[in-house]
């Protein structure tokens, strides 16, 4: 995989996926989340848990997440236009954020394309937690944020102690790893997770966000008032 991951980029072996993602309360459009796909000729169609810790380890996902952020930006401008509301998602790995540059080097797309610092959602995971970067990480993104970036922790709470750390970092959103959620409502340690995390929210002003997209819409619905009595 290593070696055919080489080559992907400059093969066009990789695209995008937008997959929307609405507001709780009335199911309205907040933003799309690109989602990256590998479709080689030899390997078939490869998971992104796959590969995606691959390119880490090789370093290959700073060039793909080159092709991600230009591709992903391209196709907002032309679909959606510049004056949009709706925002794009994009995954950023630990192994980008270290690299020097990296908040010009975002910024210098959305000049590229005429868009706003609002127009986009960077998603990091509890590893910006690492504490052999963390002040470069910290500064990255504390300085995106002041630009106007949304910066949201995706699958929040499977490094419970992460809580700790919180009020070092600028973030919007917390995205609540789908495994305190299912079941919350007839698990009472699910609810004490969740309640501990919802906590959180009044100390650093951090919103919340059920990562439960599989749900069916009263379901969902459920899970969100359920959120909301705690």
Known sequence: IAQRLKHAVPANEMHLAFQPLVHADDFSLHSYEVLLRWDNPILGRVSP???????????EIVRIG???LD????????E??????VKLALNISLRQLVVPGFADFILGYLEKYGLSARSLILEVTETIFDARNQNQIIAVLNSLHAKGIEVHIDDFGTGYSSLAYLNRFAVDKLKIDRSFIHDMNSDPNNSSVVLAIMNRRYRHSVEHLAEELESKN???AEKNKRLKQM
Request: aromatic share 10%; hydrophobic share 30%; charged share 30%.
């Open 49 to 59: 848990e796959e590969f995606i810790p691959i390119a880490e380890d090789i370093g």
């Open 66 to 68: 080159e092709y991600v």
């Open 71 to 78: 591709t992903a930006l391209s196709t907002y401008t032309e």
């Open 80 to 85: 959606l236009g510049r004056d949009s509301h």
């Open 218 to 220: 009263r379901d969902l």
